[in-house]
């Protein structure tokens, strides 16, 4: 899982990793939803809900285009602390990477300190992991928000 707090780079570092534009990325705040990254033969995006609905399978050019926010939904969203997507529980993305192809899966998540309800669904899925990369910002010293997550939930 990789995690850390708003805006420190998470999805950039995934889209690095892939060699591709695939994971939301901006300087405002855009990963809505907790993406899991994992091997596919092609690209696509299956979407979880959270109800008893079948997962429904989109394109990624779909999935980029009407699961991504925008700055002012986003701010819209945290003051009156609702989901973006609240029928959806999560996403996953499968993809051709040979990394992935090893059984490895990488999860997106939100950036912890957005709202509550998505600090709640990474933290809530932090049980289900192996592993976890937390990213700091690298011109900052380890706030104190970093400091709270790191130490009393990993």
Do not use: W
């Amino acid at each position: 899982m990789i995690m850390g707090d708003l805006k420190r780079g998470k999805s950039t570092l995934l889209n690095a990793l892939i060699g591709e534009m695939l994971l939301p990325s901006d300087v405002n705040p855009c990963t809505a939803l907790l993406t899991i990254l994992r091997y596919g033969p092609e690209k696509r995006v299956i979407l979880h809900y959270k109800d008893q609905r079948e997962p429904e399978t989109i394109s990624i050019e779909n999935f980029q285009q009407r699961y991504v926010i925008s700055p002012t939904e986003s701010k819209r969203l945290a003051d009156q602390d609702q989901e973006a997507f609240p029928d959806i529980s999560h996403v996953v993305v499968e993809y051709p990477l040979p990394l992935l192809q090893q059984g490895i899966e990488l999860i997106d998540t939100p950036g912890l300190n957005d709202t509550e309800a998505r600090n709640e669904q990474v933290l809530n899925y932090l049980r289900d992991c192996q592993a976890v990369l937390f990213v700091l910002n690298a011109t900052q010293p380890f706030t104190l928000d970093d400091h709270r997550y790191f130490f009393f939930y990993i």
